[in-house]
């Protein structure tokens, strides 16, 4: 059986580890077979902040690729390369900074890189709902609304549950 330790706080006062209340439930006779985490985003948007607009222009060596400067809460903006058709100056936005490991819809993580699109430098990715797995959509980039704080992580912003799962072996 699997119960979630958030849930097991609820009922007892525990300001433990997951981990240590796993080996107390033992020491009470539970038979603790594991403990793992749980995230209702896989990898719970680490490395995802949200981020404002400040630039948006026409890429010079492509039709359908914008460059844009993002203040990220960092002390200078990232320069993204971005193929959204509605990537706007102004926006608050989702960006993935690099090294941030996102899961394509299989579950197959790839992390961001620094990159080079078409000549120019790329040093994040801005996000569409599919990208980091609060939603579905592709057509385009998630615009967050004007009271999102720059620099805020995007797993505070959307509130994102973490727990652990305290598998536990019903015995005799």
């Known amino acids: 059986m699997?119960?979630?330790?958030?849930?097991?706080?609820?009922?007892?006062?525990?300001d433990l580890a997951a981990e240590e209340t796993g080996v107390i439930l033992t020491d009470l006779g539970l038979e603790v077979e594991g403990i793992e985490p749980f995230e209702s985003v896989k990898?719970?948007?680490?490395?995802?902040?949200?981020g404002l607009v400040l630039?948006?222009?026409?890429?010079?060596?492509?039709?359908?690729l914008k460059i844009t400067k993002v203040d990220v809460g960092q002390d200078a903006?990232?320069?993204?390369?971005?193929?959204?058709?509605?990537?706007?100056?102004?926006?608050?936005v989702?960006?993935?900074?690099i090294g941030t490991v996102?899961?394509?819809?299989?579950?197959?993580?790839?992390?961001i890189k620094k990159g080079k699109i078409r000549g120019e430098e790329s040093y994040g990715m801005?996000?569409?709902?599919?990208?980091?797995?609060?939603?579905?959509?592709?057509?385009?980039?998630?615009?967050?609304?004007?009271?999102?704080?720059?620099?805020?992580?995007?797993?505070?912003?959307y509130q994102l549950d973490s727990d652990w799962l305290i598998e536990i072996d019903i015995t005799a």
């Open 2 to 14: 699997k119960i979630s330790y958030n849930w097991l706080k609820q009922y007892l006062k525990l």
């Open 94 to 97: 989702p960006v993935a900074t």
């Open 126 to 157: 801005i996000c569409a709902e599919d990208e980091i797995g609060v939603g579905t959509s592709h057509d385009g980039i998630i615009v967050l609304p004007e009271d999102a704080q720059v620099g805020m992580p995007a797993a505070e912003y």
């Open 55 to 64: 630039e948006c222009e026409k890429h010079p060596n492509a039709d359908k």
């Open 43 to 50: 990898g719970g948007l680490k490395g995802v902040v949200v």
């Open 77 to 92: 903006p990232l320069q993204i390369v971005c193929g959204a058709p509605n990537v706007a100056k102004g926006q608050k």
């Open 102 to 111: 996102l899961y394509d819809h299989e579950g197959k993580p790839f992390e």
